[in-house]
């Protein structure tokens, strides 16, 4: 490597919380970085150049550069010499130069955080997250992990839960920022009340207004009863307002003011109502570069953002994928295990739409899948095909387009139906569910193609 190349490597290695050490091909440390030095007290300097373990002829790391395979899971050998040899998660991925040299990237978590029971036929075991690292409710369904990133997020949200100022979590599409508003509730002070969720795309400007603060009898066209609003829904509990990018211009000031006061009036009422929320704030945006363009109130961001966290993307915490992968197959009721040719395959791609197109991907697995293993072959990555689009901010592909997208996970749309019906047992109406399309839809597609 040129003197460049290991400048360029070792800036990219200090983006990574998580102690992380790259491998070069003749089976060398090429470098770490400095979360591995604080956590396991070697320096980066006397790392580089040492053999990647005591004895490498069988290595995970030899094996690697044969087959150029990704892997995971929990090892007990195979660490540098003079290294402490106990248990470790260990994840472990391509990484290629500018000049295009294949290097081993390894990331490594202790046993300590991330124990667990290895059992059944999943060849890298079914992964059990002691409860420290899980959050085990209907609210928190998918708050799991081991990563030193979950566990840093997870932490932190305990520990701002306990307060009442105003929390905004930022994160790309699909990362969990609901499940952590949820996770924040249920940790609260406001637990026992409830936490009522707004979806800001929702909001226009017509019914901003009504749906958060409500309207009394008469108070427009159709309004023949009164309502209440979300704020009153939520006195006591907590009030989540997702997307809140999205929130048109000109109702922000009416938030503003009863974020300050407490107080509002319903849509056509003239009686002075009070509710006490906790709010927290979800977004993808950059609510700091929207102010500068006009687009979002800089009191409104002020006031929204005394408490800001940042959800780390899927990518960032890839050592939660196998975990993640099971649980969410056991939520969704499936008995199907994934093998190690398939978890090797999950862990290659970047997953731009998060924990959410890993769900959707999983989804389509078990649909494949012709018995309760699901193997490399049955996963499928739906690829968006606008290259123009910001990866960072790229969301996983809607089910809406699920049928158009096939032929580019190299399936048919007659065959994805046929495996439907097996599925669904020719259950039409879980069928278009499935597929997000009418039921009216569904049954042209199954006349078209002769499945009926």
Excluded at 426 to 444: D, H, P, Q, V
């Amino acid at each position: 490597m040129t003197i460049l190349n290991v400048f360029a490597l070792q800036s990219w290695l200090e983006t990574h919380d998580s102690p992380f050490l790259v491998i070069a091909d003749n089976l060398t440390i090429v470098a770490v970085n400095s979360a591995w030095e604080t956590a396991y007290g070697f320096s980066g300097a006397r790392m580089v150049g040492k053999p990647c373990c005591a004895k490498n002829q069988h290595c995970r790391h030899r094996r690697f550069f044969e087959a150029h395979k990704a892997y995971a899971g929990f090892f007990s050998e195979g660490m540098p010499v003079g290294y402490d040899q106990h248990e470790y998660w260990i994840t472990g991925y391509s990484l290629k130069d500018v000049a295009g040299q294949l290097f081993l990237g390894e990331s490594l978590v202790d046993a300590k955080y991330a124990k667990s029971a290895v059992v059944g036929s999943l060849p890298l075991g079914k992964v059990v997250v002691p409860a420290k690292f899980m959050a085990l409710n209907e609210a928190n369904p998918y708050m799991i992990g081991i990563s030193p990133a979950f566990v840093k997020l997870h932490a932190k949200l305990q520990q701002i839960a306990k307060t009442n100022v105003p929390i905004l979590l930022r994160g790309e599409t699909g990362t969990g920022k609901e499940v952590a508003a949820k996770f924040i509730h249920a940790q609260s002070n406001q637990a026992k009340a409830d936490i009522i969720v707004v979806d800001c795309t929702l909001l226009t400007e017509s019914l901003c207004e009504s749906e958060l603060f409500g309207h009394e009898k008469g108070a427009f066209t159709n309004a023949m009863t009164a309502k209440q609003g979300l704020f009153e829904l939520a006195h006591n509990g907590t009030l989540f307002l997702d997307e809140i990018g999205e929130l048109p211009l000109s109702q922000q000031p009416k938030l503003l003011r009863a974020l300050e006061s407490g107080q509002f009036r319903r849509v056509g009422g003239t009686k002075m109502l009070t509710s006490n929320v906790r709010v927290v704030c979800a977004t993808h945006r950059q609510l700091g570069e929207m102010v500068k363009d006009g687009l979002f109130r800089e009191d409104l961001f002020y006031r929204l953002s005394v408490l800001s966290v940042e959800i780390p993307p899927l990518r960032e915490r890839k050592q939660d994928l196998p975990v993640l992968a099971n649980y969410l197959l056991q939520q969704e009721g499936h008995a199907h295990f994934l093998t190690q040719s398939a978890v090797a395959k999950l862990l290659q791609h970047s997953w731009p739409g998060n924990i959410r197109e890993l769900k959707n991907c999983l989804q389509l697995a078990v649909a494949m899948a012709g018995n309760k293993q699901i193997d490399k072959e049955d996963i499928h990555i739906l690829r968006r095909r606008a290259r123009s689009l910001d990866r960072e901010h790229v969301e996983a592909m809607p089910q809406a387009h699920f049928t158009q997208s096939l032929t580019v996970a190299g399936l048919s749309e007659k065959e994805v139906i046929s495996h439907l019906i097996t599925k669904f047992q020719g259950n039409r109406k879980l069928m278009a569910a499935e597929m997000n399309i009418s039921e009216r839809t569904l049954y042209r597609k199954l006349s078209r193609f002769a499945l009926t």
